[in-house]
């Protein structure tokens, strides 16, 4: 298993080679996911029935997990090995999943989605209200354990994440709806509100593993631009994926008024067209402005016609080799590799 990844990907070379199963990739650090599964449900466990329904409800509603097991591969890569690490690392990893749980909770309620993974989401099952409260409390049982962590650097470097993830949050709600929203202000919202947990998820295992200033830095690096590949493929699997294999539907984004990479670029191609464009930007300005599906078929064409989903993964190929060149920090190990299939993960996914 090992052998296969260390020869799965090279550093910088994101888009060659074979890509591992993300089952491959969890299996090195299986050990760990089976004690931050543990320590996910365990954490949660509430007086209030209401709270242990909805926190089970999505927690349980399945997911890649990939936040946890980005902070146990970056503690094991920077030598996390005894028991007192792995485990500081063990429940980094839940309160990082904690985190990522709290903001879909609320992010369901702004977006006012119904379905999630398939299922239907924790909002539509048990109301606003309990759903924002509930994303509370997991907010808060997350401090709880980095509290327990007792590192001054975590608890920094944790509370500049939730803070940042919440001005994306703010960024995204006044790009929602605006067909003006440029890429620059798009890639804003993505480093803030997806890349900043990656990226202090991998710099806190660094902290945790006893690992020098430099490679701290090297995998806060490495989160960062994992979390913006796996962001900017995400966006682009919204206009091209299969929704019964995803649990979402197609044009999701373009429902909630969301102007993604693949959308922005298709309408910016069809400014620059002039005269014989204009009726392709009219109608991808009002899907935004109207966050409308009617037109989904005549939407898709323009970003197919655009090159926009081939010029979304062109940039999200770009930022996994930075990804894996952040690796060189490292020493060879298994761990690492773990990493950087990772990041040929985060890029090659069709969910």
Do not use: W
């Not at 992010?107 to 924002?132: H, I, L, P, W, Y």
């Not at 962001?231 to 649990?247: E, F, H, I, N, W």
């Not at 926009?308 to 060189?328: C, H, P, S, V, W």
Request: proline residues 3%.
């Amino acid at each position: 298993m090992n052998s296969v990844l260390r020869t799965a990907v090279a550093p910088g070379a994101a888009s060659g080679g074979t890509t591992p199963s993300l089952e491959a990739i969890r299996a090195i650090v299986a050990d760990d996911l089976v004690a931050v599964d543990t320590a996910v449900r365990s954490g949660l466990k509430s007086i209030v029935p209401l709270v242990d329904q909805i926190a089970e409800h999505i927690i349980g509603g399945g997911g890649k997990r990939l936040r946890p097991l980005l902070v146990v591969m970056a503690g094991r890569a920077c030598g996390a090995n005894d028991a007192a690490r792995r485990d500081a690392c063990v429940r980094a990893a839940a309160f990082i999943e904690y985190i990522h749980t709290a903001t879909l909770l609320h992010d369901d309620v702004v977006d006012k989605s119904s379905m999630r993974r398939g299922r239907f989401t924790a909002n539509e099952m048990f109301g606003n209200q309990a759903s924002v409260l509930v994303g509370d409390f997991v907010y808060s049982r997350a401090f709880q354990m980095m509290a327990a962590v007792r590192s001054p650097r975590v608890i920094e470097i944790m509370a500049d994440a939730t803070n940042i993830i919440a001005e994306g949050e703010v960024l995204q709600l006044a790009n929602a709806h605006d067909a003006g929203t440029t890429e620059e202000r798009y890639l804003q919202v993505i480093q803030r509100k997806t890349a900043q947990l990656f990226q202090a998820g991998a710099e806190v295992a660094a902290v945790l593993a006893g690992a020098s200033e430099a490679q701290q830095h090297a995998l806060a690096e490495y989160g960062q631009h994992l979390g913006i590949a796996y962001q900017l493929v995400d966006d682009a699997l919204d206009y091209q994926s299969d929704p019964a294999t995803r649990g979402k539907n197609l044009g999701d984004d373009l429902a909630e008024g969301k102007p993604t990479l693949p959308l922005i670029h298709a309408l910016r191609e069809a400014d620059a067209a002039g005269k014989s464009g204009q009726r392709t930007a009219g109608l991808i300005r009002d899907a935004i402005a109207n966050g409308s599906r009617d037109n989904l078929p005549a939407v898709l064409a323009a970003i197919e016609s655009s090159g926009g989903l081939q010029y979304t993964a062109r940039l999200a190929a770009i930022e996994a080799d930075q990804a894996l060149a952040a690796l060189a920090a490292l020493p060879a190990t298994p761990f690492r590799d773990g990493l950087a299939a990772l990041a040929r993960f985060a890029i090659e996914r069709r969910t």
